[in-house]
């Protein structure tokens, strides 16, 4: 009997050390599930001070960091169709360039991944149908034998673009159509509007676009609203000669993606008050609100930042404001994640203190989109031909940038108050055409925080 519950005893340890290590195994493997994303959330100020009957403007930061694929990992697959304008204005020089880049392209891509080619003018042309990238000499013989002519059937070389991605559309895998165009188009639906209903269109079927503008002939509104609605990445490309380098930091990016269809919800607590997220969109329905990011990059950030009014009359003390969920697709594990998070603030009486608990960073950022903001609205002065009201709010924007870059130690501040600044030194007709496109492109890249 004594030998027989020993051994029963023996059992009973054996299956609690199996179960113990089946919990620290999983919990590892939930753990390293969740390392592709790390998720940061918090207060631009930490302590607030609110007095009474004052309402105070908080903003309250939610910033994912994407980690790097190890090299013993094999990325995602990439399903990738390049649409070329090869219309009259693109010949020469353009042409030659965007061919070179194309074939460039092709060599940043492996066996697995899936290729198609777009060409449009005055009609469209599948150069290339969707296929997995085995025979590059056939393909770059075909890119080789690219013409210019024609007028600019731009919304039916996106559409065709979108149709060849649909042929091997998997969310298993990164979907982009690569938009290059150096004119106005011309041909078939023109208008951002049209243009950005296909966004759409193709967004929700798993599908992000990267609108490159060739010289200054293209239409920056219609370029960067397709780019913006489908959270693809847009570029200025000045000179034809800077096309190879954005298309490798574009190859870059989207052979680099480490999450995918990531949704944000933020629960904030009764007595505080969503108003609005700054430069990302998204929906407030009470006081839960969404937003989504198409994709996360390795070693690259994207954020969303909120705008909360937070209550009068409150007593002192440390508050929860919200709760943080995450969801995202994990682009090596495949499968899906979730994080989540709290948010805390401290209301107190001292001004000092709560100057102290301001985080630099997420200061600086609230301050970067605020500007965004305020070009905006000096570039619709501009289009309204009203150039000296347009120049004072420039110039306003350019030196509250300077100033905050030296309060909160932000050389991003100080970079951006220099574009702005030139905005406000560029606005007559000869020079506008650029500097729009210019600022445009700026805006973009400082909104998504892109690397382009």
Do not use: C
């Amino acid at each position: 009997m004594l030998l027989r519950h020993f051994a029963f005893s023996k059992h009973l340890k054996l299956l609690a050390l199996i179960f113990a290590a089946a919990f620290v195994f999983s919990f590892s493997i939930n753990k390293a599930l969740a390392a592709q994303v790390t998720l940061k959330t918090g207060m631009a100020q930490k302590l607030m001070t609110v007095g009474k009957g004052k309402h105070r403007t908080a903003y309250l930061h939610i910033n994912l960091q994407g980690i790097a694929l190890p090299k013993s990992k094999e990325r995602a697959p990439v399903n990738v169709a390049i649409v070329i304008d090869k219309s009259g204005s693109m010949s020469g020089d353009k042409l030659r360039q965007a061919k070179r880049a194309a074939i460039m392209a092709l060599g940043l891509l492996e066996a697995h991944d899936t290729i198609s080619i777009v060409t449009y003018s005055s009609g469209v042309d599948v150069l290339v149908p969707a296929t997995r990238l085995h025979d590059r000499v056939l393909i770059e013989r075909r890119i080789e034998k690219i013409f210019s002519g024609g007028s600019t059937a731009l919304y039916a070389g996106v559409k065709t673009g979108g149709e060849q991605l649909m042929r091997y559309l998997d969310r298993e895998q990164v979907n982009r159509l690569i938009l290059l165009s150096d004119g106005l188009a011309n041909v078939g639906p023109k208008s951002p509007e049209a243009l950005a209903t296909l966004g759409y269109e193709l967004v929700k079927k798993g599908v992000s676009v990267t609108t490159l503008g060739l010289g200054n002939g293209y239409n920056e509104d219609l370029m960067t609203r397709l780019a913006n609605v489908t959270d693809g990445n847009h570029a200025f490309v000045e000179t034809a000669d800077e096309l190879e380098r954005f298309f490798a930091l574009e190859l870059g990016d989207i052979t680099s993606v480490v999450a995918q269809d990531i949704e944000i919800e933020i629960h904030i607590l009764p007595g505080y008050l969503p108003k609005r997220t700054l430069w990302r969109k998204s929906t407030i329905k009470g006081n839960i609100v969404r937003a989504s990011i198409r994709q996360v990059y390795g070693s690259q950030k994207k954020d969303i930042t909120l705008e909360l009014q937070l209550p009068a009359n409150k007593p002192l003390g440390t508050y929860e404001v919200a709760n943080v969920s995450i969801t995202y697709k994990d682009m090596g594990e495949k499968r899906k994640i979730v994080l989540s998070d709290k948010v805390s603030l401290t209301l107190t009486r001292s001004e000092k203190e709560a100057d102290a608990s301001i985080d630099k960073g997420v200061m600086s950022r609230v301050i970067s989109l605020q500007a965004i903001e305020k070009n905006k609205a000096a570039m619709k002065l501009r289009d309204q031909g009203k150039i000296k009201a347009a120049r004072r709010l420039y110039q306003r924007n350019s030196v509250f940038l300077n100033e905050q870059a030296a309060k909160l130690g932000a050389p991003a501040l100080a970079k951006q108050a220099a574009q702005t600044k030139g905005y406000s030194q560029n606005l007559s007709r000869d020079k506008w055409r650029k500097y729009r496109k210019k600022q445009k492109h700026d805006s973009r890249s400082a909104g998504a925080a892109s690397k382009y």
